[in-house]
């Protein structure tokens, strides 16, 4: 910890404006952009997206992510500064979902295939959400930004006009550039700490914690092979995953099983 607090004087001194922080789960950050500053590049970077990507019409489809979303957001704690939350379900074969600062979350119809409950969908969701309280594309766009990838993340992020040039960082950054052919994927522990954090909002909303393994069974059947080994590749591999995911299953507190029917 002393070296971690001595390290984060000197790039103060020679940087400037730097924040040294800790995560939920107590693991060091460096974050460079302030909660404002976040917020607004996630909202831009989601209007671009809702004008580029397909939007589900499907009401049944739409009803029943926002009811899932609805419960895993009401279990978000009131300081985060993250009390309201837009969900858009787009229409794409892609299994994915994320969210953004600034309360934003996106589901893609293609996921709803591979998360086949509620209880799957809300693991999804509940690490996604994750993310964003644990300040994850700040970190991620403050170690871009210290790597002068991109030079003018900065001026991004306080609404400069070259948003346009620079998009594709900024939002791989966020966690949503696969769109664009861009791709700055989370690391390891941001995206184990992910895995925690989201599993217990999901079984404080009252969903089955359990159906978490049983999500990424799925989800390696999906891959179907085709995830590089764990030392190639920066996020866990399905086996990793669903190993911590039991462990961290043995230490929550026995929540009740109470979440709405949102099928």
Known sequence: MRSWTKACGLLITSIGLMACSASPTGRNQLLLFSNTEMSSLG?????????????????????YVQCVANAIIAQVPKQSGFNTWEVIVFDSEQVNAFALPGGKIGVYTGLLNVATNQDQLATVIGHELAHVLASHSNERLSQSQLANVGLQITDVVLGASEYGQYRDITMAALGVGVQYGV???????????????????MAKAGFDPKQSVELWKNMAKAS??????ELLST?????????????TMQSLPNYSLSAPNCH
């Open 43 to 63: 909202a831009q970077s989601f209007e671009q997206m809702k004008k580029e990507i397909p939007i589900s019409q499907d009401r049944k489809t739409n009803t």
């Open 183 to 201: 791709i700055l994927p989370y690391g390891r522990r941001q995206e184990s700490e992910a895995d925690i954090l989201g599993l217990e909002l």
């Open 224 to 229: 179907d092979g085709k995830q590089p080994p």
């Open 235 to 247: 996020h866990p591999s399905h086996d990793t995953r669903i190993e911590d995911l039991s462990r």
